[in-house]
């Protein structure tokens, strides 16, 4: 079946633009010898798990207890990591369940409430739970200082059910190097073990090597790119895989184009650009504007193009931030020179628990 | 079970307010003779839909052929309007078919490109589809000028498959009713029929009235308010009945709490609060405030707050915008005092065709 055949709105994915970024990072991480640990919560979907798995990843990372259990049941069931704090009885009943169809599954953590409560959880169910701590590395979210992390470490050092595994962070730019190297300085001093030391983020993937205490690396969004990364200079157009094909569905004034796609398609991720905050990016029109959107329409200014795009027409749009525009969606449609290749069901949509 | 029970993040609506929002603004529209199309694309649920229908709803708005697919394949088939140009054989085919299924389906048109299209699939299928032309009210999106509409309607009236049934606009402020009346007088010129004029938008649903020209109106979240609703003064905190329920997972600082929630759960849609964009409102902790978000982590300041939310603890989040939410779930569970009465399948989620 051609794309053009398939009903618009639909999300599809650039199979040959896809299979050369897993190449390209796969080869960057090989040749350094860091640990790729590609994070599921971009894709959410088996195939490309398993494509990253067969190119030479180390295990996954996936961001939600359920986006684990889809992994491992779908046959992933090495190494696993969630980066996340734990929390509450159910989870950690399903958590632990998860450990017996995996080799390893390690989580995150950053206080005595969370790693009381992962060790209980083991300790009762009879498994072992890999525990990294989280470092704040300038999101100001979660995460702690190197000296409170040495402290949670003796703890977990100490609690049944548990394994200290190191320490992990989000986002590791190279200028965080001297608070990792204090932070394994004070594991060192206390005898504790960190085999693990994990950094993150697409943003700072190929200068992974500038941080050599790094042994591991999560990234998601390489796979596929997205206008954020294609501003930035890390994908060209070529390279982000990750297309909604739209029609334009209203051409009510001349400069002005209406597509049959907006947040509930696109999501609702703004990129600040030199003309404004914007949805996406118009691959046949660059000289196009999203201006604004609504759930079901994208509103882009087309009065800058040499040549304006009619209703009924297709265009191509990469969207700001690929993680939350997968989310929206159901299937995904590989696509190869054209043609449908396979469909994708993005199972672990929506696995918010 | 009790609503304590459940495991975090969650989807709740609290009935009695549910209950109560529909009956106030069933009450106003009844009172005023304007009949009420409540919009399903908040809330995606069937049951809800029904419990409109009952209260007197004189038909469903659904904004794409998928969610009306779900509705009246879910036993609302009555009258249906989609307010969107349906565009491509695919849905056109679809549309037609689900002609067959309800008394009466109206959609909406800005094109010569779109009527043309309906006309000849509903001529093909043996159908008569109802066409309301949208008039450009504000949004600068979809929508024609007066004259423009007059001349649409022209076409409209002589081409095969197809019933003029008048007018629509989004939003319909009381300012635009000289709009609404320059065009239906070009209308009557014409000898054009306009059995229906149809406003919309809750923002402006209680000052319907004053522009009597209206026959309609659809609204979509009044059922269940929302962090912008609360600020504008449209509903209170008592009265914003989607909630979703979250867990304080890190505390990592005095003045910080991570909770469990963010873009994947709330959705990314920002509200302009005096502190600063916000994706979201906690009932418990009104000082608190979302500095940011990442698609699993909301990040709150609660440094404001008397006493500080400890980790572990649960608390209610109000969406920004209910409409984009209710899309990132599969479940919504509704309440009433603190028990769980239902579990509803959000069953047209994600229906962006």
Redesign the interface.
């Known amino acids: 079946m051609h794309i053009h055949e398939l009903?618009?709105?639909?999300l599809t994915v650039e199979l040959d633009a896809l299979e050369k970024n897993l190449d390209r990072y796969q080869r960057y991480f090989s040749e350094h010898g860091i640990g790729l640990r590609p994070h599921i919560?971009t894709h959410k979907t088996l195939a490309i798990a398993h494509m990253q798995m067969r190119r030479g990843a180390i295990g996954l990372t996936c961001?939600?207890v359920g986006e684990a259990e889809v992994m491992v049941h779908g046959g992933i069931n090495g190494d696993i990591l969630i980066p996340?704090?734990i929390?509450?009885q159910?989870?950690l009943e399903r958590l632990c369940a998860l450990a017996h169809h995996c080799e390893r599954l390690t989580v995150a953590a950053?206080?005595e409430?969370?790693v009381r409560g992962l060790s209980g959880a083991a300790a009762a169910a009879g498994v072992t739970l890999g525990v990294l701590i989280e470092i704040?590395t300038g999101?100001?979210?979660?995460?702690?200082t190197p000296q409170q992390a040495a402290d949670l470490g003796q703890l977990i050092h100490k609690l049944p059910g548990l394994e200290l595994r190191g320490i992990m962070g989000f986002p590791t730019a190279p200028a965080i190097r001297p608070l990792i190297q204090e932070t394994l300085d004070l594991f060192d001093r206390h005898g504790l073990p960190h085999p693990v030391v994990s950094g993150g983020s697409t943003r700072h993937a190929l200068q992974a090597h500038e941080i050599p205490e790094l042994t591991e690396y999560r990234i998601g969004e390489y796979p596929v790119g997205g206008y954020g990364h294609l501003l930035a200079g890390r994908h060209t157009v070529e390279q982000c895989a990750l297309r909604v094909i739209a029609?334009v569905?209203?051409?009510?004034v001349d400069g002005?184009a209406?597509l049959?796609?907006g947040?509930?398609?696109l999501?609702?991720?703004?990129l600040q650009t030199d003309h404004g905050p914007s949805i996406g990016y118009i691959v046949e029109y660059p000289d196009a504007r999203f201006?604004?959107y609504?759930?079901?329409?994208g509103?882009v200014d087309v009065s800058a193009c040499a040549q304006k795009p009619q209703?009924?027409e297709r265009v191509q749009v990469l969207p700001v931030h690929p993680?939350?525009c997968v989310?929206?969606?159901?299937e995904l449609i590989a696509v190869r020179g054209g043609q449908v290749e396979a469909v994708w069901p993005i199972l672990a949509r929506?696995k918010?628990?």
């Open positions: 009903d618009t709105p639909v919560k961001q939600k996340y704090n929390i509450g159910a989870k950053d206080s409430y969370t704040e999101e100001n979210r979660t995460g702690l029609t569905v209203s051409r009510p002005r209406i049959d796609c947040s509930k398609t999501s609702a991720s703004i201006y604004g609504s759930e079901e329409h509103h209703i009924g993680c939350p989310n929206e969606h159901d929506g918010i628990r």
